[in-house]
């Protein structure tokens, strides 16, 4: 996030001019080039104090999509959408033969750590299963959250489906980008591990919302006229309703609690997952704890809002 003073220059650039016509409406944002990497959400209202800014996201619901024709995409496949189960979710996959989950481990092997052991995602994954009934639940933790289960088409079924893991950029070769699921199995051998963008868009997804909680999620290559061309794409090109991604590395302990404040929102007072969001991060913005924007802002929601 830049300052606050380069923020609030940025969004009296972009909204002064028509600050008058905002009101509370939902603001849609299809943004090119560099404005693609930045947060609205967090953007200081333009009408609001210099000495104490408030985020647009106080008096407005904030969509993205990564270009216009993609909504149309999501809306020509809403007639094929009948999921019958609940959620399926992602979490704390194994990325190296020195983890304590394999029983045949070499504690003194020269292995290359390449990522880190995400524990949070676990923590964060309990948090979310616990609002869910336990027949409505596909739970894939350890070895089982690999490449081949994130790509079945047994995900079709699930209203909801989240990803808790590393998420990695190529900005220059997006097909190289995506989600790391686990890279060995139960006996140590190495496998095909990352849920790619070209993987995305040959899933079969009936999801209200597919949830990317992981490290810059949300971008990828700027292609002239569709955007970015990354994971969200490829998810609503797949037949997710919606996408949240995330804009820069992001914080376990901020995540976990936002992801938690965002399903309930949604399960327990029925708001749509658009206006979830909203609420999460509002919540969190007023708490004095988790209120800089680096915890609750990275993450953005995309996709169809009704």
């Known amino acids: 996030m830049p300052d606050r003073q380069s923020s609030q220059q940025l969004s009296q650039i972009l909204l002064g001019q028509v600050v008058s016509q ?4 939902r603001l849609l944002i299809v943004a090119d080039g ?9 953007l200081p209202h333009p009408n609001s104090p210099a000495d104490k800014p408030e985020p647009l996201l106080l008096k407005h619901e904030i969509v993205g999509l990564p270009s216009v024709s993609t909504l149309a995409v999501i809306r020509n496949k809403q007639n094929f ?3 019958s189960k609940s959620l399926a979710i992602f979490a704390d ?6 983890d304590e989950r394999l029983k045949s481990r070499i504690t003194n092997s020269n292995d290359e750590e390449l990522y880190e052991r995400l524990t949070g995602t676990r923590q964060e994954a309990d948090e979310i299963l616990s609002l869910f009934p336990n027949s409505q639940k596909l739970i894939k933790f350890d070895f089982a959250a690999n490449r081949l289960a994130a790509i079945s088409p047994e995900l079709s079924q699930y209203r909801f489906v989240h990803f808790a893991s590393h998420g990695i950029l190529d900005s220059q070769r997006p ?11 139960e006996v140590g051998d190495v496998q095909r591990s990352l849920l790619s963008i070209p993987d995305t868009f040959n899933l079969k997804l009936s999801a209200d919302l597919v949830i990317l909680s992981g490290c810059r999620t949300g971008l990828g290559k700027t292609v002239k006229g569709e955007g970015l061309v990354g994971l969200t794409g490829g998810l609503m090109y797949a037949g997710s309703k919606s996408v949240v991604s995330s804009l820069w590395n992001v914080a376990d302990d901020g995540t976990a609690l936002l992801m938690s404040k965002l399903y309930s929102a949604m399960l327990q007072k029925g708001i749509k997952p658009s206006s979830a ?3 999460a991060q509002l919540e969190m913005w007023r708490d004095p704890q988790w209120n ?15």
């Open 22 to 25: 905002l009101g509370k409406k």
């Open 34 to 42: 560099i404005l693609q990497y930045i947060p609205f959400n967090a």
């Open 93 to 98: 996959p194994v990325f190296s033969r020195n």
């Open 81 to 83: 959408r009948n999921p």
């Open 175 to 185: 097909e190289r980008s995506g989600m790391v699921m686990s890279v060995v199995n």
């Open 277 to 279: 969001l909203r609420q």
């Open 292 to 306: 800089a924007p680096y915890y609750w802002s990275a993450f953005v929601f995309q996709g169809e809002w009704n």
